[in-house]
């Protein structure tokens, strides 16, 4: 009997060294896998999973592997500044909520066309602020259930609702909201959480498993980043949805630019939160608007949105002649430094517009954009839609002070 304890516990331990030397060798030649493991959320009792506030890391790019810093700032924010909770006085603020697109983690901060839309609206006149609300991996319901709850967004002038197809999907997946009888929005419990979950999510074995899993069912790759995703493929098989029938039924509409039974309940749950959105915010006198990624399967969406402000950036890539290799990773999906550019340049053009202010001309613009990108070192310059300038030494000093400071500190 004691030969077999012995027996059994040299081959328990053996596992478990193996199980350690594994996961060691995936975390030291597989980066793939880092930044799932390592994402860092918070969940509250309704299942919103938010950044945690003054935390940073490091990521490769997608197609250079040269790593940046992702920092979230103070008010949990992807952004290298810390922003004000109260909002001065005078001060115009916009909000922009969203998934990967919006967060951006994948490019280096001064890249992101949040910051660069701050610094041409603040390049017209003085008073914006722009705050990148976005989270990887959120669908409209967690996007709308954020702005309702975060206290800096409470008090917004502008809020861009940047929506991607896989949103509709989200939804269905996600099961946070429902549409009642009556047509009013209804939160659902959330289900029993398995404590093993968030311990099991740090290991990059968890996603080489889930990959395996998803190869032999012919389903795509597991390092989504999004602590919520690994918590939805580990929960109870009556509760799972992600990547079952009708979530891949609901994406492939999409893909097609078509809303079938698949996917009406959920395009009529997505409005009625984009509905309810809006007027929450034009009942402060604010203005809604819902930005359409620059793929034919969300610009051709358009007409689901006809009851709001909309830019279309997929018919402003195509006006531009902005091809899609032009503005994606060549190894991801997500847009790319230029990308951030062009969508910068469009949403700019429209809120100009729309605020009435005297937006700056073609040629400023271009010079404009020459100074911001001249004035960090983050290791790509733009060729298309900006004159190269001199810049100042003062002037660039002052623009990384105002934009990456958080980042200068973590040096």
């Known amino acids: 009997m004691s030969t077999l304890i012995k027996n059994l516990a040299l081959l328990g331990f053996s596992l478990l060294a193996g199980l350690v030397l594994a996961e060691l060798a995936l975390r030291a030649f597989v980066p793939r896998y880092e930044y799932a493991a390592g994402s860092v959320h918070e969940r509250d009792a309704g299942r919103l999973i938010v950044r945690r506030p003054s935390s940073a890391y490091t990521r490769p790019h997608p197609d250079s592997g040269a790593r940046h810093p992702v920092i979230h700032n103070n008010l ?10 109260e909002k001065p006085p005078g001060e115009l603020r916009i909000g922009v909520f969203g998934d990967s697109f919006t967060e951006n983690p994948r490019v280096p901060a001064p890249y992101a066309f949040t910051e660069v839309l701050d610094y041409l609206l603040n390049a017209t006149g003085p008073g914006f602020n722009v705050l990148n609300f976005g989270v990887d991996g959120y669908a409209t319901d967690q996007a709308w259930l954020y702005a309702q709850s975060a206290p800096a967004a409470q008090d917004l002038d502008v809020v861009l609702y940047v929506f991607a197809a896989n949103d509709v999907r989200g939804l269905y997946e996600n099961d946070l909201l429902a549409l009642g ?42 390092h989504d980043p999004l602590e919520a995703r690994v918590l939805d493929e580990m929960r109870d098989a009556r509760d799972r949805r992600t990547r079952d029938a009708t979530s891949d039924a609901i994406a492939g509409d999409f893909k097609r630019g078509e809303v079938s039974a698949h996917s009406e309940a959920w395009v009529d749950l997505l409005l009625a939160i984009a509905g309810r959105w809006r007027d929450e915010v034009e009942a402060d006198d604010g203005r809604f608007y819902v930005v359409l990624l620059p793929r034919p399967k969300e610009g051709l969406t358009e007409p689901l949105f006809r009851d709001f402000r909309v830019i279309n950036l997929w018919r402003g890539f195509e006006e531009a002649g902005i091809e899609p290799e032009a503005w994606r990773f060549q190894k991801d999906g997500h847009w790319n430094e230029f990308g951030n550019q062009a969508a910068a340049i469009l949403i700019y053009e429209r809120l100009a517009r729309d605020l009435g202010l005297p937006a700056l001309d073609r040629a400023t613009l271009r010079r404009a954009l020459g100074t911001w990108y001249a004035s960090f070192d983050a290791g790509w310059s733009p060729t298309r839609f900006v004159e190269p300038v001199e810049v100042d030494p003062q002037r660039a000093v002052a623009l990384r002070q105002r934009y990456i400071p958080l980042e200068q500190e973590t040096r």
Do not use: C
Request: hydrophobic fraction near 45%.
């Open 76 to 85: 949990a924010l992807r952004q290298h500044r810390d922003v004000p909770l």
């Open 181 to 222: 009888p009556d047509g009013a929005i209804v939160r659902k419990p959330p289900p029993p959480a398995a404590w093993w979950a968030p311990w099991l999510s740090r290991l990059h074995l968890t996603y080489l498993a889930l990959d395996v899993r998803n190869h032999i069912q012919g389903a795509g790759e597991a």
